[in-house]
């Protein structure tokens, strides 16, 4: 009986330090970018779709979804779902990042 309780605690313990193992290595790829790099085209035809300029917006957005792994949702703002994108700007200091 002491070892079928033995056992059961260090099975749950060793499923523990796996569970955490995993989440660590998880969170360190996402922080590294080791992610799968998402698909920019249709990430920024989405974006870019009630543009008035498409060509240009199409442009801009795929640069800098290049440098960053990421396109805010929608077509417009949304800024804060890719700090990144928000934070790239032109020389004049205008955004650079539809």
Request: aromatic letters at 4%; one cysteine or more.
């Amino acid at each position: 009986m002491a070892i079928s309780k033995a056992f059961i605690a260090s099975l749950l313990i060793s499923l523990l330090v796996l569970q955490l193992v995993e989440a660590d290595v998880e969170i360190s790829n996402k922080n590294n970018g080791d992610g799968s790099k998402i698909d920019c085209g249709s990430a920024c035809k989405a974006r870019c779709m009630l543009s008035s300029r498409p060509n240009l917006c199409h442009r801009a957005c795929g640069t800098c979804c290049a440098r960053c792994n990421c396109v805010p949702p929608g077509t417009y703002g949304n800024y804060d779902k890719c700090p990144c994108y928000a934070n790239l700007t032109t020389h004049d200091g205008r955004r650079k990042c539809p």
